[in-house]
């Protein structure tokens, strides 16, 4: 079992920057790719970005591809989402995702291929 825990999400104002954070605790193997997806309100939950196990392989939505990155430290057992140029319509809840990886530049886009999830961090961006 993976416990996630997502952190760093709060209310900011366009234009700037927020880090998430993803912990992962539970089994001490890092072999895992990882995603972060977000849920507006009214809306079904989005993928944001996903990362491959090693690190050596990222993906982005359209709408976050260019302001946001994904990254991992596997020694922390950590991931990460750096956002910036924050707009709007970024306002949602931030969940991050987990799921065993056998490859090291596989990643996931779809919610179902994951199997663990955190319990989000609300992010707010005011106009």
């Known amino acids: 079992q993976v416990q996630l825990v997502e952190s760093g999400g709060r209310l900011v104002q366009a234009g700037g920057s927020l880090r998430l954070s993803c912990a992962a605790s539970g089994r001490a193997d890092s072999s895992r790719a990882m995603g972060w997806f977000r849920q507006a309100p009214g809306k079904d939950r989005e993928f944001v970005a996903a990362?491959?196990?090693?690190?050596?392989?990222?993906y982005y939505s359209d709408s976050v591809k260019g302001r946001f990155t994904i990254s991992r430290d596997n020694a922390k057992n950590t991931m990460y989402l750096q956002m910036n140029s924050l707009k709007p319509e970024d306002t949602a809840v931030y969940y991050c995702a987990a799921r065993p990886s056998l490859s090291s530049v596989v990643y996931y886009t779809e919610e179902n291929k994951y199997a663990y999830w955190g319990q989000g961090t609300q992010v707010t961006v005011s106009s």
């Open positions: 990362i491959s196990w090693s690190g050596t392989s990222t």
